[in-house]
Nanobody
Framework: VQLVESGGGLVQPGGSLRLSCVAS????????MGWYRQAPGKQRELVAT???????NYADPVKGRFTISRDDAKNTVSLQMNSLKPEDTAVYYC???????????????WGQGTQVAVSS
């Protein structure tokens, strides 16, 4: 099982970016999917999660600006980021709680991360 993110980059304050993550491999079921971020010198923190039923949860700093969505037919999760601020600068990681067919054991999987930089 592999998670691969895309869509990071450099954007000016107030701009928008859309991150995407695709889970590939022999997967039986994906439960929760989400995005986390880690800024230099800081711990990794939750950005947003979405359950298999579509329930969402957002960190307070991104509420009203970021929107998480998923496409179960494509095993993807996306993060639309609007009104970006310099403090959103971080490496963004995709996370999926899933059951692989190889082990049938639920586990957390992580992507390699994609850099988001917000600067003028």
């Amino acid at each position: 099982v592999q998670l691969v993110e895309s869509g990071g980059g450099l954007v000016q304050p107030g701009g928008s970016l859309r991150l995407s993550c695709v889970a590939s491999g022999s997967i039986y079921k994906i439960n929760r999917m989400g995005w986390y971020r880690q800024a230099p010198g800081k711990q990794r923190e939750l950005v947003a999660t979405i359950t298999s039923g579509g329930s969402t949860n957002y960190a307070d700093p991104v509420k009203g600006r970021f929107t998480i969505s998923r496409d179960d037919a494509k095993n993807t999760v996306s993060l639309q980021m609007n009104s970006l601020k310099p403090e959103d600068t971080a490496v963004y990681y995709c996370n999926a709680a899933l059951i692989p067919r190889s082990s049938w054991a639920p586990a957390d999987y992580w992507g390699q991360g994609t850099q988001v930089a917000v600067s003028s």
